[in-house]
């Protein structure tokens, strides 16, 4: 109820009262008991006595009937407030976490201005959780949803004393008033390192991983509502740059965030207008000196004809979940490509661990490739060791579609994603391509000899063949060709080209052995 009608309710009572009291000195003045009394035995026969004790019960009958349903009013107003308090709450609150939304935050800052706490130092945080979008997708959101309350308990623990929010998504926000910023930094790490820690539910474990990103005011943020904003460029520096360690914000980091803003823009635009376009770079059988296929990289051509690098726009394009679209559409184009290469030829395409959110990309896959033309054992898939660390299992299922259809697969990378040697024997490959670190420095360094022989022999025990990556001197590709490596590629046999460049390189044979150094054609 509002403090006006309280008021009238006063008010009213008030009246009533100072009205009777007048009544009462009224009929003491008047003797009006005393002529009544008279007046009754006057009137004896028309039993106005009796009328009046009539009257005397309805009126403290009316009395206590009016008392209950006052009662009851009372009841109902406290029911409808707690309605209003809790409507208020739900539309504050994230029901899932039970922490405060971006409203309660927005209240929140509200609050703390009404208070003149707002221009005290304060430092914020967001913590962006990675791996709960695949998982919501690949295992349903029944165990998302169970993910993120675990993950809001967690913070819960951490962030005692703080403010927490749920921004949305798989986003929270901690806020405190607080000037010391090295305690802060201890929480964002706890807040890192407690949010990796593999989540039990039903007998399964998950991992998820998360980054931060922090800013302070009054040093980086014109006023308290400015912070989260701070925040949230901050997180996006410490994605763009997967950083393992909470990132503070800096005014670079506003102008990068721009930049990305706008190539993100770009990129959308490019890929209307087909300026993304799939290159082609041979791979070479180390023996025999000829193209077995093609590695289809992704090139896109700016219109003043420069070039924006791959590992430039697929990390964007996997940030902003443009991945699949873009993918989707360089597949279709080397497929129509592919087609018209000779059926021994094959086509070794790109996945993106964010593709796997897809649960369908397979499926996709098969349909492109059924749609084309192109047979599923000319294509072969190539994912990156470090996609399958986490998650083996999971990696598992997901190409087990694709290699019954015949579909070959290769990681790559290999060396460089700390799988171990137990996850290995858990996936079946049909090749390991060897990274180009050791291929640069393998001939100079003894170690790095031993890995890329070791790698070799891992291949073949394994029934995988071997490809080396990177190759830019004929020494290195003789070497390789004697430590029993099969296939090679690099910018010593040819960089990537388009493909009509690629189809006329396919009658050109490379001399491998240390007699012939010319490429023939
Ligand atoms: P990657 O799959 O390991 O591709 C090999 C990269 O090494 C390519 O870089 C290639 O141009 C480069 N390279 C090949 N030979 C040599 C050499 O002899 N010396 C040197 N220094 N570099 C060599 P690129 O084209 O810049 O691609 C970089 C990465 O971007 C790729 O690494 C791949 O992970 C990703 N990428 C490229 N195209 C696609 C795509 O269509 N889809 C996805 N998901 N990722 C792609
Ligand atoms: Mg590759
Ligand atoms: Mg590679």
């Known amino acids: 109820m509002r403090p006006l009608r309280v008021g009238r309710a006063t008010r009213d009572a008030a009246a009533l009262i100072f009205v009777g ?11 009006l008991y005393e002529r009544l009394a008279a007046f009754l035995g006057r009137h004896e026969f028309i039993q106005a006595d009796e009328l009046f004790i009539a009257l005397l019960i309805v009126g403290i009958l009316g009395f ?40 309660g935050l927005k209240q929140q800052v509200e609050r703390l201005k009404e208070d003149g706490k707002a221009g005290k130092p304060h430092m914020a945080m967001v913590i962006d959780i990675q791996g709960f979008k695949r998982i919501n997708d690949v295992h349903g ?25 749920r921004l949305g998504g ?34 399964r474990y998950y991992e998820v991983s998360a980054y931060v990103g922090m800013a302070r005011y009054p040093d980086d943020a014109a006023n308290i509502k400015y912070l989260l904003r701070c925040a949230l460029s901050a997180v996006a520096a410490a994605k ?38 799939p290159y082609y770079q041979p791979m070479i059988d180390l023996t025999s000196g000829r193209i ?44 129509h490509d592919a087609a018209k290469w000779p059926r021994g030829i094959r086509l070794s395409f790109n996945v993106s661990p964010a ?15 059924a749609a084309t033309g192109l047979s599923p054992s000319q294509l072969e898939v190539e994912i990156t060791e470090s ?64 890995i890329v022989r070791a790698m070799i022999g891992l291949g073949r025990g394994l029934g995988m063949k071997t490809i080396a990556e990177g190759i830019e001197e004929a020494s290195q590709a003789e070497t390789l060709q004697l430590l029993g490596c099969h296939q090679g590629q690099g910018f010593l046999f040819s960089r990537a080209v388009p493909a009509e460049q690629a189809i006329s390189m396919l009658q050109t044979t490379w001399p491998v052995r240390p007699e012939n150094k010319t490429a023939t054609s």
């Not at 009291?21 to 003797?31: K, N, Q, V």
């Not at 726009?313 to 184009?333: H, N, R, V, Y």
Request: one cysteine or more.
């Open 387 to 450: 996609m399958f660390v986490n998650d083996v299992q999971l990696v598992a299922v997901l190409l087990d579609e694709l290699r019954e259809a015949g579909v070959h697969i290769a990681i790559d990378d290999f060396g460089t994603g700390y799988s171990s040697l137990s996850q290995l024997s858990r996936l079946r490959f049909d090749k390991l391509k060897i990274d180009r670190s050791f291929v640069s420095s393998f001939l100079d360094d003894a170690r790095q000899a031993m």
């Open 240 to 277: 763009r740059e997967r950083s393992k360690e909470p990132k503070w914000f800096d005014t670079a980091i506003d102008e990068a965030t721009a930049k990305h803003a706008e190539l993100d823009k770009q990129l959308r635009a490019a890929l209307k207008s087909g300026d993304v376009r």
């Open 21 to 31: 009291i007048l009544f009462f000195i009224g009929a003491e003045w008047l003797d």
């Open 292 to 335: 077995i296929g093609f590695e289809a990289l992704a090139r896109w051509r700016r219109s003043d004809g420069s070039f924006v690098s791959p590992t430039e726009f697929i990390p964007l394009a996997e940030e902003t979940g443009m991945i699949g679209e873009l993918s989707q559409i360089l597949f279709t184009q080397a497929c």
């Open 170 to 203: 798989d986003q929270f926000y901690a806020a405190q008033e607080t000037p010391l910023t090295k305690d802060w930094e201890k929480l964002a790490r706890r807040a890192i390192k407690q949010i990796a820690e593999p989540i039990e539910i039903v007998s």
């Open 64 to 103: 206590v009937f009016g008392y209950r349903r006052l009662h009851d009013l009372k009841v109902e107003v406290n029911h409808r407030r707690r309605a209003e308090r809790d409507v208020s709450w739900i539309a504050a609150h994230d029901p899932l976490t039970r922490l405060p939304n971006r409203i």
């Open 355 to 369: 593709q796997f959110s897809n649960r369908n990309f397979g499926r996709q896959m098969l349909d492109t490739l």
């Open 141 to 165: 959101n029944e165990i998302g949803d169970e993910i993120l309350a675990v993950v809001a308990d967690r913070l819960r623990d951490i962030f005692i004393g703080c403010y927490l929010f």
